[in-house]
T-cell receptor
Framework: GQQVMQIPQYQHVQEGEDFTTYCNSS?????IQWYKQRPGGHPVFLIQ?????EVKKQKRLTFQFGEAKKNSSLHITATQTTDVGTYFC???????????FGTGTRLKVLA | DAGVIQSPRHEVTEMGQEVTLRCKPI?????LFWYRQTMMRGLELLIY????????DSGMPEDRFSAKMPNASFSTLKIQPSEPRDSAVYFC???????????FGQGTRLTVV
């Protein structure tokens, strides 16, 4: 079945450093979504990418969808302590509305 | 809108007991999802509904798990009998349209002892 992997699994950074998480799907995706889950919280939607090669920005966050629509990345510039949490990508199984979540990247920011 | 509402927030039960988790989706949302989150398996989709009809329940782990959506504003996930390996956080989420963002509830932390 479809698999969505993310690397790294964990990342510790000093506040002010940049952070990137990578998402790779075993199948081509029609779109990809990114969520953030704070410790003890629930996943919160960040963004959706649809087009091949699409790049979207939200303040310090930059999201990219690969040309082949099988991978994606999230880059955070100058991390802050408020960025702490686990970042998930999610993509739909082909022809369905069944979103498979990636394995997640847990980010810790050291002040 | 208050968002997706789940109850209870925490549930501790003994092995063999029946457990019922409840979810109220956002009003007007046509899609409802039940997810389970554990350290070992991450976020797994158990089942999802469209207009109260179960569309895909291939993620339901065993016959001990069942889910219903009797109307547009209420869904339940039942485990009978419960086992310690069912311990996890169960999330309900809803979405307004196909391929749009999902809004998650606060989750129910289930512990089976």
């Amino acid at each position: 079945g479809q698999q969505v992997m993310q690397i790294p699994q964990y990342q510790h950074v000093q506040e002010g450093e940049d952070f990137t998480t990578y998402c790779n799907s075993s199948t081509t995706l029609s779109n990809i979504q990114w969520y953030k889950q704070r410790p003890g919280g629930h996943p919160v939607f960040l963004i959706q990418l649809v087009k091949s090669g699409e790049v979207k920005k939200q303040k310090r966050l930059t999201f990219q969808f690969g040309e082949a629509k099988k991978n994606s990345s999230l880059h955070i510039t100058a991390t802050q302590t408020t960025d702490v949490g686990t970042y998930f990508c999610a993509g739909p199984t082909s022809g369905t509305y069944k979103y498979i979540f990636g394995t997640g990247t847990r980010l810790k920011v050291l002040a | 809108d208050a968002g997706v509402i789940q109850s209870p927030r925490h549930e501790v039960t003994e092995m063999g007991q029946e457990v019922t988790l409840r979810c109220k989706p956002i009003s007007g949302h046509d899609y409802l999802f039940w997810y389970r989150q554990t350290m070992m398996r991450g976020l797994e989709l158990l089942i999802y509904f469209n207009n109260n009809v179960p569309i895909d329940d291939s993620g339901m782990p065993e016959d001990r798990f069942s889910a219903k959506m009797p109307n547009a504003s209420f869904s339940t996930l039942k485990i009978q009998p419960s086992e310690p390996r069912d311990s996890a956080v169960y999330f309900c989420a809803s979405s307004g349209q196909e391929n749009t963002e999902a809004f998650f509830g606060q989750g129910t932390r289930l512990t089976v002892v």
